[in-house]
Structures are given as structure tokens and as C-alpha cells.
């Protein structure tokens, strides 16, 4: 079973910048394309950023383009979302998910595997 594990979220004011890590327990074929997800209270869980497996194709919400950059090192199983120009209204947990497919979609149901979540509070 594969184990997914985010850290670097917290509190920043609105302008600011946070990296999230998402760190795999293992390499496995089961993650191939990877992706990003957040959810703010009394919202349903949408998606953000997604990568394929060699990190040469990456999809982004509209919401996010030209803000936050997904990416991977794959040595170290580890997923990254480097995240700038914080707004309000990117406060939400956000959690990383893998499948085992190819294709970096935005669909939350296509995800197998996820973590556990940490939170991103952006203050204005």
C-alpha cells in the first residue's frame, strides 16, 4: 500500500509564497500521474495541478495558471507545488493523489491514492 504523506502548509499573508511536499512511502508503478487538490470548508474537493510521470506535461486550474508550478523528483518519490501570489482565497487543505494511469486529468474519482492533507491558510 502506498503511503502519501504532504507537509508545508501553514499560515501566510495574502502575496506570499508556500512550497507544499508530497513524499510517496515508496516507488511504485502505481503512481504515475500526480496531482494536487484542495478543498475549503463547506466546498467540494477541486482540482489544482496534475503531472505525468516524467514531468513534461503538467495541467493547472485556471485559478492557479501562471501562480503555482507543480512538479516531481521522481529519485526521491517526492511531488512538489510551489505555490506564489497567495490570494484568500486559496485557503483550503490541500492533498496530493496518484494513480496509476498516464494521464495527468483533473478529475478527483480518477485518483487511488491520497494524503492525509495539510492546511493552507492565506490572511489578508
Known amino acids: 500500500q502506498v503511503q502519501l504523506v504532504e507537509s508545508g502548509g501553514g499560515l501566510v499573508q495574502a502575496g506570499g509564497s508556500l512550497r507544499l511536499s508530497c513524499a510517496a512511502s515508496r516507488r511504485t508503478l502505481s503512481l504515475n500521474a500526480m496531482g494536487w487538490f484542495r478543498q475549503a470548508p463547506g466546498k467540494e474537493r477541486e482540482f489544482v495541478a496534475a503531472?505525468?510521470?516524467?514531468?513534461?506535461?503538467?495541467n493547472y486550474a485556471d485559478s492557479v495558471k501562471g501562480r503555482f508550478t507543480i512538479s516531481r523528483d521522481n529519485a526521491k518519490n517526492t511531488l512538489y507545488l510551489q505555490m506564489n501570489s497567495l490570494k484568500p482565497e486559496d485557503t483550503a487543505v490541500y492533498y496530493c493523489a496518484g494513480r496509476a494511469a498516464t494521464q495527468a486529468t483533473g478529475v478527483p474519482s480518477d485518483y487511488h491514492y491520497w494524503g492525509q492533507g495539510t492546511q493552507v491558510t492565506v490572511s489578508s
Open positions: 503531472i505525468n510521470w516524467s514531468g513534461g506535461s503538467a
